[in-house]
């Protein structure tokens, strides 16, 4: 017997119906929960037939068997959906609250199908959910929204996850706000949301998750608490300086994208850091559910306090469109959580806009400006004027501009930042991701950059293609019991099978979580060979490959992806094509 | 009914005699546990007849109703007993793993009496306890004695507290070591345990404490987790630097005791920072048991890895000796952990015998001799030489070389790292601590420095009496929990109460947290008045009351202890002479 409540409710909009079924064990077994549960569903249901902003794409939010537990970061969740940016399957985490509020009100996940005839919003409180109306609330942004639902409700305790306007108006880098300032950001799922007509999911719950093993989990949270305080990235870097503790460093290996990615050193990049973040603007530290960490930040810009912003959000707002003013990048965060879009996309795609306009190729504000950072959003959520052109994404601006080599993407979604040519492992796990331009899917930053676990030559390609796939598949293991990936700086995989272990009363060992990530990843690579993706998709913009960074620490250096592609197929048991073999699929039980 | 064990353990030495008594839920309501249990049993058992190092002295090690618990630093013990070093009712507080331990063997508390006739060690192993010989253990350090002890019994999780050297030959100001690197370090508490020849208490459980309310205090752990990470003392200071975060602090204010508390101002000092700990020796951070701080360091120096030092060590090593040699501090700490001293007497007493020396009144070590300071704790250990002279504490040592006033301490005990000229509310404290020189007591350090929760002008003595009797009373409660002080940065008494409700199934408001405080502060008032302490010894050394702070952002001052005294007196409810009075007592339950 596992300890979580088993039930996942099935919401379809078209005919106003909610249905609840129980979670079938052996799916947990497989795939744990999370991204592997949503994605294992998705795949099952979800053809290529079906168009990302169709009625019948299905939008899941699940969470996993460790969600609202007191297990280190168990408060995420995450949302499982074919993006209207990349096409792929996709999932997007968040953090916050959202998630174990939503296991306290009894449920695993919700599966969200068909669209709403008028806007409404989904209200799940205690065992029952019901569809409320939303007309009031079309186009407010999401802080409006949350105070506007608890209002409604009559319980300031309630926690939604909704859309802004960009959502609404199905811009294709929207996404989904929870607990105002966590996102399920990237991929463009909150104009999936929009599509449906759903403004927001609010929840409510007085239950608690039960554990199998109570006495043993506690014993194994105490342990993972210490390994993460004693760490020095999740212990001490991240408490102090949040994600920004990045912005000096990146920029010291010369790997902070700068204008368009035309370069990878910022000089005045410490007027972004997070050393300076703590000497002006900060508030105080935040953390999420259950988090022992607490790498959010509170910040006070004009007299008014909120969250953010991340390293990604500077890197992007920042250097990216050649910004260093820490003022405007955070408001631009602010705005992005408001209207409900995904920073980095935005950040990158205006920064494309301000290399076209240089280049001629366009009519915008050129780099350097910040008033046009923080106008650009406003503008891209409403679809207005030159925002109707970036709300489609950086790979469709550049290339009805004529230059589609000036996406910095992958797979159509924008890559945070990292100049991939001075990383090249970094560069493969990008070319590879599942879901596009992505850094989490596999964090080579930790052995390339920070040395965690241990350093690794990150202008080399050696050993490179192994250690990617071992990340891949830890990530979506971590995503499926649904942690945050930072205790991965800290934890192994012996620690998450042992929390499993006892909060499920199923035995896994650490090895199931190495082999369920791969079950998972290559179910993934599955969908989106049966969309029509190749080992063509698998590739990084035409700069990074071509042109040698300029100058700084990584000068001279291109990514070296061709070196490393085909032992990556290799390793991965999939043959040249990157299509995974017949013996590979049935020894993941996938056959 | 309470969740704890509820067990005591009685062991007479003189006869070899082990017993088991029931803890009285009265008391648990009235003192809770730890310190505020201690006190009560000893107030009630040991009379002004009987001296520290007599065999009816008890040594009650105790434990509190959260030990061993999720809640956020519940892995510390006390241990109750009268001081060898003041002859006042003591307890010394310690972190680590053992008081976990103990609880997890089955019982809440060790009442140790009698004297052994040869050297022994008890041995607690899941709800059986027994005696064994230690004669080979007997003049070994506590490392030793610790590794010895887990290869006796097979098995390397036993946690052992034990003395070393120090205690076995009577030093008052020998501390009693668990986990090798935590001390009940205060008032020369293994000078007792050597008193009855017990070496060490091994101990080893595999029970875990029940909760009376799972749910709720699962809640309440993850309040106060979230507490103590969002806060900018407990959440990013000391994970970041540790307590030497508070070197160059407190040497900018001017008032880290140089040269035996003749200055404030040590130009150094950030030679010794929790800063320069990072740049240089610094390995990992560690946490306590269940810590969601980590404030200590695991350090290398001269290719060995230990843990410390502290602030209050590098402060009385450092500064207080005119040291500003990182190693040698690091050093003589692990020699003060391994011998079994307490640093902070340690460091003072060596820093008042190079002030007599300077003044020609001793023939020993000079200011600066960084040398002299490792040699001096070793001979201090063994009472070796000059060594013998330093064994009874700076207040003896200066009242036999002629001068007592150069005892830098309070009711015999020395004081730690804050020359009280430049803190008005922290020589309020000291002075009235019922422990002697102390900044444990009441940390005023947080308000007048810190600014934690609020910073009040620290030159003043307006407000101090009425804000030290609420820091005297929450600090008695916390120690009765028994958890850390540092969490008090973070919570709120009403955080204490609900983990401590919850855990328990008694229910306890915030007004009964500090009652409780106050109930245990008035009876080890009544204790020390009983033993013929009076509003006499209510004082600081004449130094700080009467020469001017000579240098430095503090100059010019002196601590106005007379001016905040009969305040204090009167808002404790106290007469004039210092004593409660019968309505007080009768309020508090003690007539």
Redo the contacts between chains.
């Keep these: 017997m596992y300890g979580w409540a088993g039930k996942i409710l099935e919401v379809d909009l078209s005919n106003e119906k909610i249905t609840e079924t129980k979670l079938d064990e052996k799916l947990v077994r497989n795939f744990i929960g999370g991204r592997g549960l949503g994605v294992k569903i998705f795949y099952d249901r979800v053809g290529p037939d079906i168009k990302p902003l169709d009625p019948e794409n299905l939008l899941i939010f699940a969470t996993g068997p460790l969600t609202g537990t007191?297990a280190p970061t168990s408060g995420r969740h995450c949302v499982v959906t074919k993006s209207p940016l990349t096409g792929t399957i996709f999932d997007s985490q968040s953090g916050g609250f959202w998630g174990a509020e939503l296991k306290f009100a009894g449920y695993d996940a919700i599966i969200v199908n068909g669209q709403a005839k008028k806007p409404i919003y989904l209200f799940v409180n205690d065992g029952k959910a019901e569809l409320k109306g939303a007309n009031a609330l079309w186009g407010k942004g999401t802080h409006a929204t949350t105070d506007a639902i608890c209002k409604e409700v009559g319980d300031d305790k309630v926690k939604v996850a909704c859309i802004g306007p960009a959502g609404e108006k199905l811009v294709r880098i929207a996404a989904i706000i929870n607990d105002k300032y966590r996102a399920a950001g990237r991929g463009g799922v909150g104009a999936v949301m929009g599509s449906k007509r759903l403004k927001a999911v609010a929840v409510r719950g007085k239950g608690?998750p039960k554990i199998a093993n109570?006495?043993d989990f506690?014993?194994h949270?105490?342990e993972c608490?210490?390994l993460i305080?004693?760490?020095?990235v999740t212990?001490?870097g991240l408490?102090?300086y949040g994600t920004a503790v990045l912005v000096n460093i990146i920029n010291e290996h010369g790997v902070l994208p700068t204008r368009n990615f035309q370069t990878g050193v910022f000089p005045t990049a410490d007027k972004t850091s997070g050393e300076t973040i703590v000497d002006t603007i900060l508030v105080?530290?935040?953390?999420c559910?259950?988090?022992?960490?607490?790498c959010s930040r509170i910040t006070r810009v004009e007299g008014a306090e909120h969250e953010g912003p991340e390293y990604e959000t500077i890197g992007m707002f920042g250097a990216q469109c050649g910004v260093d003013n820490l003022e405007a990048i955070t408001k631009a965060n602010l705005l992005c959580n408001d209207l409900g879009l995904d920073t980095i996309s935005m950040g990158s795609t205006i920064g494309c806009a301000m290399e076209l306009s240089e280049r001629g190729k366009l009519n915008g504000p050129k780099f350097g400006d910040e008033k046009a950072i923080v106008e650009l959003v406003q503008k891209t959520a409403m679809r207005d004027g030159l925002g109707e052109k970036l709300a489609e994404g950086s790979a469709r601006l550049a290339k009805e501009c004529g230059m589609p080599e000036l996406s910095m993407s992958v797979k159509g979604m924008e890559l945070p930042a990292y100049d991939l040519r001075g990383i090249q492992g970094q560069g493969l796990a990008s070319a590879t991701s599942n879901r596009g331009g992505c850094h989490l899917r596999a964090y080579m930053i930790g052995p390339e950059i920070l040395g965690v676990p241990n350093l690794v030559e990150r202008f080399s390609t050696s050993g490179k293609p192994e250690t990617v796939i071992i990340f891949q598949d830890l990530v979506s293991t971590i995503d499926s019991l649904v942690l945050c990936e930072f205790t991965a700086f800290a934890l192994e995989t012996v620690q998450y099978a042992k929390l499993l272990s006892a909060a499920t009363g199923i035995e896994f060992t650490d090895e199931d979580m190495m082999t369920i990530g791969e079950r998972i990843w290559n179910l993934e690579r599955l969908y989106n060979l049966r969309e029509g993706f190749s080992a063509d998709d698998d590739t990084l913009p035409k700069r990074l490959l071509e042109e040698p960074m300029p100058e700084g620490p990584s000068k001279g250096r291109v990514n070296m992806l061709s070196k490393m592609l085909p032992s990556y197929y290799s390793f991965r048991g999939w043959n040249s094509k990157g299509e995974p073999t017949k013996e590979k699929l049935k020894e993941l039980g996938l056959a």
């Design positions: 007191l608690r109570e006495s506690n014993v949270v105490r608490q210490k305080k004693e760490n020095p212990g001490t408490p102090a105080r530290n935040k953390a559910f259950a988090c022992p960490i607490a």
